[in-house]
């Protein structure tokens, strides 16, 4: 974690300043200057379609019944495209704009999210690994639930209900004296 930080907050703003000294020094400061502004309010436009876009789809998936999983990375993607366009800076700004293509925006998430299982830091059942979509972390369909135990440990406890309505217990709660659900 100490190389990261160190790369944020000492790395990071003095390659910002050498970029920017570089390219004052090759168009002028006002251009410069006008080149980030243009770029943050581009890229609050275009942050702004994109996740209206990416909002629709999540919600579409959802109607359908099915985990927004690649949404929710889209979103975590344009957020982070966001903070990086917001902060001065042409490096940050192009790596922004990076994340607002899509095909590079699922190909970095694609990769995040092999990294992450190869890693261990998520979890998939298998036979539910696309890549990007459905099964990551939560529970499996049947015919893919693995057996003994889970993925890694996790537990699987299959169980029945049977919903009892007011009618079944004349409004008095179950209808089990020795039942522990007693009102």
């Known amino acids: 974690m100490a190389p990261i930080l160190f790369l944020i907050f000492i790395i990071m703003p003095l390659a910002e300043i050498a970029v920017l000294v570089k ?4 168009i002028g400061l006002w251009p410069t200057l006008a ?3 243009l770029t943050a309010v581009a890229g609050t436009w275009l942050l702004r379609l994109q996740g209206f876009q990416t909002w629709q789809r999540a919600q579409a998936a959802l ?8 949404e929710v990375l889209d979103g975590m993607f344009l957020f982070a495209a966001a903070l990086l366009m ?3 800076g042409l490096i940050t700004d192009m790596t922004g704009f990076l994340f607002l293509i899509p095909p590079v925006r699922h190909g970095v998430a694609k990769w995040l999210v092999n990294w992450a299982i190869r890693s261990g830091r998520l979890q998939v059942y298998p036979g539910a690994h696309d890549g990007m979509g459905g099964g990551m972390g939560g529970r499996p369909n049947r015919g893919d639930r693995p057996e003994r135990g889970g993925a890694q440990g996790s537990v699987v406890i299959e169980g029945e209900a049977i919903e009892i309505s007011e009618e079944d217990t004349d ?7 020795d039942s522990p659900w007693k009102k």
Do not use: K
């Open 171 to 177: 409004g008095e709660g179950p209808s089990d004296p």
């Open 35 to 37: 080149v980030v502004i």
């Open 63 to 70: 109607q359908r019944g099915e985990a927004p999983v690649a």
């Open 23 to 26: 390219v004052g020094g090759l």
């Open 86 to 88: 917001v902060t001065p």
